[in-house]
Nanobody, 115 residues
């Protein structure tokens, strides 16, 4: 059974930081391009960051460049999203996405940036 399980979300003040984790199981994690998406209330789901299967190439949405960093540990089947200098507009449900022979979504983790 394929699973993507996110963790690390929560409530943080503006300017704060969070680190999201996503653990994959039931598929060959190291062969998949991994991404983080987010969806704010009333808005469409958008790509936040992506990382190639071997971890050598990354891409980011313009809105998070310089603040967020995506990394992965294939030995632990885990992808991370380090989020620094958080802003209220970063508030959303954050989803992990695996893209390869098939595609898989996690269940999401809520991130709320508010004072």
């Amino acid at each position: 059974q394929v699973q993507l399980v996110e963790s690390g979300g929560g409530l943080v003040q503006p300017g704060g930081f969070l680190r999201l984790s996503c653990v994959g199981s039931g598929f060959t994690f190291s062969r998949y391009f991994m991404s983080w998406y987010r969806q704010a209330p009333g808005k469409e789901r958008e790509l936040v960051a992506g990382i190639a299967s071997a971890g050598g190439s990354t891409n980011y949405a313009d809105s998070v460049k310089g603040r967020f960093t995506i990394t992965r540990d294939n030995a632990k089947n885990t992808v991370f999203l380090q989020m620094n200098s958080l802003k209220p507009e970063d508030t959303a449900v954050y989803y992990c996405f695996a893209n390869g022979i098939r595609t898989y979504w996690g269940q999401g983790t809520q991130v709320t940036v508010s004072s």
